[in-house]
């Protein structure tokens, strides 16, 4: 397997070579479309094929008693191709640009009892097949199944013998492509004896037509046939579902909180004499014990250097997902165009490795850590250790069973180099200008020696219960939309709708903002001052029940099944959990520390 012509050397050319790795001469907002001339051959590729019900589940075509060329040519294929488990190989079909060709003889098949054996174990499994001509995707079943009664019960198996391609031009280039066996009967493979061989005439028939249609993006959106579902449309229930929450959430803090904060400070900031004239007794000193903790609400907590690591690594996902979300809004991914999201994410995840060395260090500094060098290694690794790890391990299960998900050493290598000559130094650039630029922490009240002792807590503040409200309440501010995410992800939708995507990114963003200033106030009422990993849990344990979520969606929401799908499901989907906690505990972490400032900032103190 090649992938496209990387330069040799790559020092000084990290940048560069990024681009390149986006596919930038062909990239994914460039349509690729090549003109062609009447008569001029259009080279058809093979792809792949798989159980329908398991997406990340493909093979390479030709591992099926197909007909294949005596030498196989692949085609060379960007990054974001390869990590899509795309393996193009050159077939035997020739196709000439506006020129019909009916029933032509691709080759004749001699076929063992164990490859149709393994051709009916895969038509069983639902296989389908994909095949590529000029960057347009054309799927079609490889064989028919049929079930019908209960006594007698019959079960046909047939195989597809014959294909008709439909292909659609406009001037000089081809808009459209599809393949059926619309009028086609399949050639039975029931009843063979195991010493048996099946004689085989494999067939094809190529239709040209002119459309109207100028360009790929103007057809329909799920206007190829029907194989795959169409396009989701806009859900209303799960926008109104997430605006009624923020509505909801954004006013408890706003009224119900803030009023009670007022009267605090109005009680708080009262002097002696004041405060002796009774006016105490109109609050409850249990709901008002923020201020008694004054002395220890900044004290630093332990573990600092993983709490800056977790800080910084969730800011630079934070930048990672809103980049992608927005270069989609500006129509800068392909739907033509194979793994250009993944692409894009290695890129960006590349750049933005200076966020979390900035941030990690930056706030490490100010909080009085010591070992900056252990802390810029804990943030390098704090996310690409358990990549790596749930990587090595689904890769592992693809390569034992031969699946093209497995990415050739090639490739494994070139990711590896481009960790660790552009995203790792990057993290130590930022790493040593976040060292620079920090600033004292400059905390609103001075820290006493000894640590007061914190009272007894009822259970309702206990950190468990903290997590499950910080956490359930975000997720159920994206539950509706989560579905559509993993059915895209995990099945067979398009997902286009990028503007509402945004909108609901911004809402989970500001419900766990929110959220957390109301547990942290409700934690430091109650005298217990240890705030900083307390924020940090209670919102990040959002990905608990995404985590939690997946395992709901993978028993009843889908017919994925096999160990190759479960394996990388439930790895992807752990992972996929752990960045939101990263992400969402950094959100809570600054929101509850812009709070804490806020109230102590307006307390004058004796």
């Given at each position: 397997m090649t992938v496209l012509g990387y330069p040799r050397s790559w020092s000084c050319h990290c940048l560069p070579v990024l681009i390149l790795l986006l596919g930038i001469g062909h990239g994914p907002w460039v349509e690729g479309v090549t003109h062609y001339k009447p008569g001029d051959?259009?080279?058809?590729?093979?792809?792949?094929?798989?159980?329908?019900?398991?997406?990340?589940?493909?093979?390479?075509?030709?591992?099926?008693?197909?007909?294949?060329?005596?030498?196989?040519?692949?085609?060379?294929?960007?990054?974001?191709?390869?990590?899509?488990?795309?393996?193009?190989?050159?077939?035997?079909?020739?196709?000439?640009?506006?020129?019909?060709?009916?029933?032509?003889?691709?080759?004749?098949?001699?076929?063992?009892?164990?490859?149709?054996?393994?051709?009916?174990?895969?038509?069983?499994?639902?296989?389908?097949?994909?095949?590529?001509?000029d960057d347009l995707p054309i799927r079609g079943f490889v064989g028919y199944m049929e079930e019908s009664g209960f006594l007698p019960h019959s079960h046909k198996i047939g195989l597809w013998t014959h294909l008709d391609f439909h292909l659609e031009f406009h001037g000089d280039r081809i808009i459209f492509a599809n393949v059926s066996v619309r009028d086609v009967k399949p050639h039975s493979l029931d009843g063979l004896r195991s010493d048996e061989l099946l004689g085989l005439t494999h067939t094809y028939s190529v239709r040209w037509s002119e459309t109207s249609v100028e360009h790929r993006s103007d057809r329909r959106r799920g206007d190829d046939g029907g194989f795959f579902p169409r396009t989701l449309e806009i859900h209303w229930l799960s926008i109104i579902n997430s605006m009624v929450l923020v509505f909801l959430l954004v006013g408890f803090v706003a009224v119900i909180l803030m009023r009670v904060l007022r009267n605090d400070l109005a009680r708080y900031n009262l002097d002696e004499e004041t405060s002796s004239g009774g006016s105490s007794d109109d609050f409850d000193q249990g709901d008002n014990g923020w201020k008694i903790i004054h002395t220890d609400v900044f004290r630093f907590p332990p573990y600092r250097g993983l709490l800056c690591a977790v800080l910084g690594v969730g800011a630079q996902f934070l930048a990672l997902g809103t980049g992608i979300i927005v270069m989609a809004l500006l129509g800068m991914f392909n739907v033509h165009r194979h793994g250009a999201i993944n692409s894009a994410a290695i890129l960006l995840y590349a750049l933005t490795c200076c966020i979390s060395g900035y941030v990690s260090s930056h706030f490490y500094r100010q909080i009085g850590g010591e070992r900056w060098v252990w802390n810029i290694i804990l943030t390098t690794s704090l996310f690409s250790v358990p990549f790596?790890?749930?990587?090595?391990?689904?890769?592992?299960?693809?390569?034992?069973?031969?699946?093209?998900?497995?990415?050739?050493?090639?490739?494994?290598?070139?990711?590896?180099?481009?960790?660790?000559?552009?995203?790792?130094?990057?993290?130590?650039?930022?790493?040593?200008?976040?060292?620079?630029?920090?600033?004292?922490?400059?905390?609103?009240?001075?820290?006493?020696?000894?640590?007061?002792?914190?009272?007894?807590?009822?259970?309702?503040?206990?950190?468990?219960?903290?997590?499950?409200?910080?956490?359930?309440?975000?997720?159920?501010?994206?539950?509706?939309?989560?579905?559509?995410?993993?059915?895209?992800?995990?099945?067979?939708?398009?997902?286009?709708?990028?503007?509402?995507?945004?909108?609901?990114?911004?809402?989970?963003?500001?419900?766990?903002?929110?959220?957390?200033?109301?547990?942290?106030?409700?934690?430091?009422?109650?005298?217990?001052?240890?705030?900083?990993?307390?924020?940090?849990?209670?919102?990040?344990?959002t990905g608990l029940f995404i985590f939690l979520y997946s395992v709901f969606y993978y028993a009843r929401r889908s017919n994925m099944s096999g160990a190759v799908q479960t394996v990388e499901f439930f790895g992807y989907s752990l992972l996929t959990g752990y960045v939101f906690f990263l992400m969402l505990g950094t959100i809570s972490f600054f929101s509850s520390l812009k709070f804490i400032r806020y109230i102590y900032v307006n307390l004058k103190m004796d």
């Open positions: 051959p259009v080279i058809l590729y093979v792809n792949k094929v798989g159980p329908y019900h398991n997406p990340q589940e493909t093979y390479h075509y030709y591992q099926l008693p197909v007909c294949c060329p005596e030498k196989i040519r692949h085609k060379s294929l960007s990054l974001g191709e390869v990590l899509d488990g795309d393996r193009m190989a050159e077939s035997l079909y020739e196709i000439r640009f506006r020129e019909n060709v009916e029933k032509r003889i691709l080759c004749h098949k001699q076929l063992s009892s164990a490859q149709v054996e393994q051709l009916r174990q895969a038509i069983e499994e639902l296989y389908y097949f994909e095949f590529v001509v790596f790890l749930t990587w090595s391990v689904v890769n592992s299960v693809h390569w034992a069973n031969g699946s093209t998900q497995a990415l050739p050493a090639t490739t494994i290598l070139l990711l590896l180099t481009v960790w660790l000559l552009v995203g790792f130094p990057l993290t130590v650039i930022g790493g040593i200008f976040g060292k620079n630029n920090a600033s004292p922490f400059d905390a609103p009240c001075r820290t006493k020696n000894i640590a007061r002792e914190i009272p007894p807590q009822p259970w309702y503040k206990s950190t468990v219960i903290h997590m499950t409200v910080g956490g359930f309440l975000p997720f159920s501010a994206i539950s509706v939309e989560l579905y559509y995410i993993f059915a895209t992800v995990w099945g067979r939708e398009q997902y286009t709708l990028y503007g509402i995507l945004f909108f609901v990114f911004a809402i989970l963003l500001s419900v766990g903002a929110c959220i957390s200033i109301a547990l942290t106030y409700f934690q430091l009422s109650g005298e217990d001052y240890r705030w900083w990993w307390r924020s940090v849990l209670s919102v990040g344990s």
